[in-house]
């Protein structure tokens, strides 16, 4: 790794947390009314939120969160299985065990053959969705049909589709 690569701009976040605090109920309304749309809301905007410490304020969150997840996913519970496609990584994050300076752990990136294998044997779990992780590795990661990327269920790639399984 001779070229560091900054993923996440801590500075970046400290500030927006800054700039969050202190907001007043009016806008704090605003950006819940904004998250209720379920369309999604700026990093500013959560920083905001994350700055709350109201109840009646905290309880509107809570309601819209809830609200939001209702709308999009309805009343099952939705997991993802997590597929390891690396563990190489630039970021330093003491809880991660990925992270650069753990030199206690054997480093490793999955083949395409390999990922395939590995979703097959998800599927036959029974899981439907994926969470591909690929840490933050030291080199640019393009997902795109240029790249011969599998298809993420084994039954999509028998029956010759590409293209993430719903």
């Known amino acids: 790794m001779s070229e560091k690569v900054k ?5 970046l976040i400290h500030r927006h947390l800054e700039t969050g605090r202190g907001r007043s109920k009016e806008e704090v309304l605003a950006i819940v009314a904004k998250a209720k749309e ?10 905001v939120l994350l700055q709350v410490e109201d109840p009646e304020l905290l309880e509107e969150i809570f309601q819209a969160a809830k609200m939001v997840k209702l709308k999009i996913y309805g009343k099952r ?4 299985a997590p597929l390891y496609v ?20 054997s480093r490793k990136r999955l083949t395409v053959q390999e990922i395939r294998e590995q979703v097959r044997e998800l ?3 029974g899981h439907k969705r994926v969470l591909l ?3 933050s590795p030291p080199f640019r990661v393009s997902i795109s049909s240029k790249r011969p ?3 993420f269920t084994p039954r999509r790639m028998e029956q010759g589709k590409s293209g993430a399984s719903t």
Request: proline residues 6%.
């Open 38 to 47: 379920a369309r999604g809301i700026e990093p500013q905007e959560t920083a």
């Open 149 to 151: 990327w599998p298809p």
């Open 133 to 135: 992780n690929v840490a």
């Open 123 to 125: 599927e036959n779990l």
């Open 86 to 105: 690396s563990n190489y990584c630039v970021n330093n994050c003491q809880y991660c065990g990925f992270r650069r300076d753990n030199r206690s752990i």
């Open 7 to 11: 993923i996440i701009d801590e500075e």
């Open 77 to 80: 519970l939705v997991l993802f």
